[in-house]
C-alpha cells in the first residue's frame, strides 16, 4: 500500500471506536460533574447574594433612622457630590411615588443613608438573581 | 432523540444539559478510545475526556458544525491531555525515549492499538494527533512545544511502522463500530 493511500486507511481505522461496556456509566459520571459543576456556582453566587443583603441590611439598621433631620451632620462625614446624588435620588423617588399615587409614604422622613443602604440591598439582590440565572443559562 | 448533533449542539449552547448528554453517550466512547489510543492510561483517559466534555459544554456556542462534533470534542481532550502530560516530568522523559512496548502477534488482523503499541511514545502521540485528533503538523508542533520537523519525523516513522504492521483484510469490518 501506497503513503498515498495509506493515510486515508489509517484515518478510517482511527474513526472505528472500540465499543466499551461503560459508556453509559462514562455518560452519567460527566452529567453528575456537570450538574455538580452548577450547584456549586449557583451556591456561590447565592451565598455572595446573601452576603451583600446581610451587609445592606447591616449598614441600614446601624444608621440612624431620622437622618433626614441632621442632614447636616451626614453632608460633614460624606463627599458633596455623593450627597447630591443621594439628594437627587430621593427627589426622583419622590417624583415617582407622587405620580404612582403613593403620596401617604414619605421618603423625606427617610435618611439618606438608609435609603443608600436599601437601594444598595435591593440591587445586590438583583444583581446575585441576574448572576444565578445566567450560570444556569451558560 | 434524532436530532442532528449540530441541532444537540446548539440546544447545549443555550443550557440544554439532556441534549448534552446526548453527546456524550454518542461520541463519549470515540474521545476516550483516542487519548488511550494516545498513550493515556484508561483512567487517565477517562478522567480527560470528562474534563474536555466539561470544556466543551461551556464551550458549545463556539461549536459551528464546520467539522463534526467528534473531532471538535478529540481536539479539546488532545490539547488538555498534552497540557495534562506536559507537568508530568517522567512522562516527558518517556516521550524522548526510543522504546516501544512489544507488540502480539495477531495473524495478521487489523488492530490499530496492538500497532500502535509497537510505536515509540512520541511517534504514536504525534501519528494519533494527526491522524485522530485531525491536527496539522504546525498545530501539533505549537501544542508539543516541539520544532516542526521533530514532529514530521516522528509521524512519518510512526506511519511506515503502522504501515508495516497493519494489513488491511476481512477482519477490519465487524471488529467495532464505526463512531466517526
Not at chain 1, 51 to 59: E, F, K, L, Q, T
Not at chain 2, 38 to 44: F, R
Request: charged share 20%; with cysteine.
Amino acid at each position: 500500500m501506497s503513503a498515498d493511500d495509506f493515510d486515508p486507511f489509517i484515518e478510517r481505522l482511527y474513526s472505528r471506536t472500540p465499543v466499551m461496556q461503560d459508556a453509559g456509566l462514562f455518560a452519567a459520571d460527566v452529567e453528575t460533574r456537570l450538574n455538580s459543576a452548577s450547584r456549586i456556582r449557583t451556591l456561590a453566587l447565592t451565598a455572595a447574594g446573601l452576603i451583600g443583603g446581610v451587609v445592606a441590611v447591616g449598614g441600614a439598621v446601624d444608621l440612624n433612622l431620622n437622618l433626614s433631620s441632621d442632614a447636616g451632620a451626614s453632608s460633614a462625614q460624606l463627599g458633596q457630590g455623593f450627597t447630591a446624588s443621594i439628594a437627587a435620588a430621593q427627589l426622583s423617588a419622590q417624583g415617582v411615588a407622587d405620580r404612582i399615587g403613593l403620596t401617604q409614604l414619605d421618603l423625606g422622613s427617610m435618611g439618606g443613608m438608609q435609603l443608600f443602604w436599601i437601594t444598595a440591598g435591593a440591587v445586590l439582590a438583583l444583581l446575585a438573581a441576574g448572576a444565578v440565572r445566567l450560570s444556569q443559562e451558560v | 432523540m434524532d436530532l442532528h448533533d449540530v441541532e444537540l449542539a446548539a440546544h447545549a449552547a443555550a443550557g440544554g444539559r439532556r441534549e448534552f448528554g446526548e453527546l456524550v453517550r454518542r461520541h463519549g466512547s470515540a474521545v476516550r478510545a483516542l487519548l488511550r489510543r494516545m498513550g493515556a492510561e484508561p483512567s487517565l483517559a477517562d478522567d480527560i475526556a470528562q474534563d474536555a466534555f466539561l470544556q466543551a459544554f461551556q464551550r458549545c456556542a463556539e461549536f459551528r458544525g464546520e467539522g463534526t462534533f467528534a473531532a471538535w470534542v478529540k481536539r479539546i481532550a488532545a490539547r488538555l491531555y498534552i497540557k495534562r502530560r506536559a507537568k508530568d516530568a517522567r512522562y516527558v522523559a518517556e516521550l524522548e525515549s526510543e522504546e516501544a512496548a512489544p507488540a502480539q502477534d495477531h495473524a495478521g488482523l487489523v488492530d490499530l492499538d496492538e500497532a500502535l503499541k509497537t510505536l515509540t511514545p512520541a511517534e504514536r502521540l504525534c501519528v494519533s494527533l494527526c491522524h485522530g485528533a485531525g491536527m496539522s503538523h504546525p498545530e501539533i508542533a505549537s501544542a508539543m512545544n516541539l520544532p516542526l520537523g521533530t514532529v514530521k519525523s516522528h509521524v512519518k516513522r510512526g506511519l511506515d511502522k503502522l504501515r508495516a504492521r497493519l494489513q488491511p483484510g476481512p477482519a477490519l469490518s465487524g471488529r467495532s463500530a464505526n463512531v466517526g
